[in-house]
Nanobody, 124 residues
Framework: QVRLSESGGGLEQAGGSLRLSCALS????????IAWFRQGPGKEREFVAG????????YYAETVKGRWTVSRDNAKNTVYLQMMSLQPEDTAVYYC?????????????????WGQGTQVTVSS
């Protein structure tokens, strides 16, 4: 059974940085696309970034493009989300999700497995 485990969340000041990790177990990692979603207080879940297994293409929401970087390490079965220039509006629970499709785009229905989430809080 595929399982996802997020780590790296925490409290950071505005302008700071955090790196989230998503480790996959129970499956062949290099054939899974991994995406990050977030859900802020009183908000709907939204796509943030993703790493597709096809050519390891990267996908970003406009709100984070240029500030954050998604990367994958197939040797460690892990996808990372490097978050720079954090803002209070980035405060949310961050979830990683895995799907067998070749691309890591924003439709949550294309992902079969979800992690438990990790809290990111950005203070002003």
């Amino acid at each position: 059974q595929v399982r996802l485990s997020e780590s790296g969340g925490g409290l950071e000041q505005a302008g700071g940085s955090l790196r989230l990790s998503c480790a996959l177990s129970g499956g062949t990692f290099r054939y899974y696309s991994i995406a990050w979603f977030r859900q802020g207080p009183g908000k709907e879940r939204e796509f943030v970034a993703g790493s597709g297994w096809s050519y390891e293409m990267e996908y970003y929401a406009e709100t984070v493009k240029g500030r954050w970087t998604v990367s994958r390490d197939n040797a460690k079965n892990t996808v990372y989300l490097q978050m720079m220039s954090l803002q209070p509006e980035d405060t949310a629970v961050y979830y990683c999700a895995a799907g067998k499709g070749p691309f890591a785009r924003g439709d949550p229905n294309t992902y079969d497995y979800w992690g438990q989430g990790t809290q990111v809080t950005v203070s002003s």
